[in-house]
């Protein structure tokens, strides 16, 4: 792996896991409300 493919797939990762937790947080909350 170079270095700029290892921060794109870091930062694809932090993507994934920031939008998996707000939808997770959306559907949370939808139930509450």
């Known amino acids: 792996l170079k270095k700029s493919e290892?921060?794109?797939l870091i930062v694809a990762f932090?993507?994934?896991i920031f939008t998996d937790g707000?939808?997770?947080i959306i559907l949370y909350w939808s139930q509450i409300i």
């Open 14 to 16: 932090i993507i994934f």
């Open 22 to 24: 707000f939808l997770t």
């Open 6 to 8: 290892a921060k794109s």
